[in-house]
């Protein structure tokens, strides 16, 4: 069954710490994977897809196949990462996406 | 980037009436169209697929009739909710997939639905 989970409902952190927010997949072919970032008030976004191996406000996430991970990092959390964070994964290529059940990030001043 | 415009953004009708939502790509052509439902505190739930010129696919569990979707332009899809009822008060968000070299979906704003 193709499943994304995200173990922790919410993270709370100081300004300045380190963040990482846990993604974990279940998928039986070659995963394709993103992170979804929803700030208050305002719609889903995409932050970053495992492909493009990318860094976009400082976050980066890499795919552990191994491991059946996506975790997304950040060596220092500012205050206007708090958000939702979703972590999601296209299933068959299709488009079709399933979320995980979203993380929320709180960074404390 | 591409925009994705959903509307109304907020709804309340009474129980037995139908309500219909549109997602509109703004800037760009999707064939392919996804509709989610959100629950308070809890992730999203993919409730179709929407596919221009041809039927909607409907995730298990969820009921054809009662979400109907029309996907008659390559810019425009619509999601009837027919006979509503309060359990189908929700936050119901649509996607539009911009196919190319790097397919992206972009996300409409959201639609919050209270049946009373």
């Known amino acids: 069954a193709q499943r994304v989970t995200q173990p922790e409902k919410l993270l709370s952190v100081f300004k300045g710490a380190p963040v990482e927010l846990k993604c974990n997949y279940s998928?039986?072919?070659?995963?394709?994977l993103f992170w979804y970032v929803q700030y208050s008030r305002q719609r889903l976004q995409l932050l970053l897809r495992?492909?493009s191996r990318e860094s976009i406000k400082g976050f980066t996430a890499d795919l552990n196949k191994g491991e059946t991970s996506f975790h997304l990092k950040k060596p220092f959390a500012q205050e206007e990462d708090s958000a939702m964070y979703y972590c999601a994964l296209n299933s068959s290529n299709t488009g079709k996406l399933i979320f995980g059940q979203g993380t929320t990030l709180q960074v404390k001043p | 980037g591409a925009v994705v415009s959903q509307h109304p953004s907020r709804v309340i009708c009474k129980s037995g009436t139908s309500v219909k939502i549109e997602c509109r790509s703004l800037?760009?052509?999707?064939?392919?169209m996804f509709w989610y439902r959100q629950f308070p505190k809890q992730s999203l739930m993919l409730m179709a697929t929407?596919?221009?010129?041809?039927?909607?696919?409907?995730e298990q569990g969820v009921e054809k009739d009662k979400f109907l979707i029309n996907h008659a332009s390559l810019t425009l899809s619509t999601l009837t909710v027919t006979s509503a009822h309060p359990e189908d008060s929700s936050f119901y968000i649509c996607?539009?997939?911009?196919?190319?070299?790097?397919?992206?979906?972009?996300f409409g704003q959201g639609t919050r639905l209270t049946v009373v």
């Open positions: 929407s596919n221009e010129g041809s039927k909607a696919t409907y």
């Open positions: 800037d760009f052509q999707a064939t392919t």
């Open positions: 495992h492909i």
């Open positions: 996607s539009a997939r911009r196919t190319g070299v790097n397919p992206e979906a972009f």
């Open positions: 998928y039986s072919g070659s995963p394709e």
